[in-house]
């Protein structure tokens, strides 16, 4: 059996003194998009950061293609994990084309130039997130919807085997977000492994192939949408009364929550 492409192992970490995370475990396979979910303050954002390296573990390990991340250079972390943030703002009046090279920075010594390779990768990025035309254009002139676009086409650039997302579809409307998914998956169905923390349910269970519900920083459940996303364990997480059925188009499950009024036969 080959080795996943992310493993974490018993992760735990403390901030300032409280426990953030405690004992998640979980792995990440090329071709599979794995979801986090849960509550806010879950410890969600925390997890990708250790994942990537920016937060020490206090006991447990990161690996990606069987590297620990701890003991990695940012360089070298750069060349395995590409990330793309929640914030959307992109200082400077870069262009485009400008802002999706650095993606390659990674792969270009400290003194280097950007060869063919790098300069190939980018056009490819461009094209993947439907971006070639906007190539020259000043960043700050676009919508939030197409600055998403240039963060997640710059991590694309990066050329890595793992992707890392923090709520890739926050604020943006459902249009933007369903298009954000459907650039996550494929280039996640090319052979890239991704894990991205998404806080709209019905679109985690739509995109992603396995999720990992987290609540107060451990593993709540784990495993495929239809066994994560249950009456039951929704409660445990998020303290609310829902309903789970079957999406009739996308055949993914559907969470509906409910109100103290109503009951589940009225929905």
Request: glycine content about 8%; aromatic content about 2%.
């Amino acid at each position: 059996m080959s080795e996943p492409v992310l493993a974490v192992d018993q992760l735990s970490v403390d901030l300032g003194g409280s426990g953030i995370l405690s004992d998640v475990s979980f792995t990440a396979d090329r071709g599979e998009l794995v979801g986090l979910v849960g509550p806010n303050g879950a410890g969600k954002t925390t997890l990708l950061r250790a994942i990537r390296g920016s937060v020490g573990a206090t006991q447990g390990r990161v690996a990606v293609e069987g590297n620990e991340v701890s003991a990695l250079s940012a360089r070298q972390t750069g060349r395995l994990v590409a990330t793309v943030p929640q914030e959307t703002r992109l200082s400077f009046s870069f262009s485009v084309e400008e802002a999706v090279a650095m993606g390659r920075n990674p792969h270009i010594g400290r003194f280097g130039t950007a060869d063919e390779e790098d300069r190939q990768q980018v056009q490819e990025a461009l094209a993947d997130a439907s971006l070639s035309a906007f190539a020259d254009r000043p960043v700050t002139e676009l919508s939030g919807g197409e600055r998403q676009r240039v963060l997640l086409a710059r991590a694309f650039a990066q050329d890595t085997p793992l992707l890392l997302l923090d709520e890739p579809t926050a604020n943006l409307d459902i249009n933007h977000a369903i298009n954000t998914l459907d650039l996550v998956r494929s280039v996640v169905d090319e052979g890239r492994a991704a894990v991205a923390a998404i806080h709209d349910l019905n679109l985690a269970a739509r995109y992603c192939d396995r999720l990992v519900l987290l609540t107060e920083g451990s593993v709540l459940e784990a495993g495929v949408p239809d066994s994560v996303l249950t009456t039951e364990t929704l409660e445990a997480a998020f303290d609310a009364r829902a309903v789970v059925s079957t999406d009739p188009t996308t055949d993914s499950p559907r969470v509906t929550a409910l109100s103290d009024h109503e009951s589940a036969d009225e929905i």
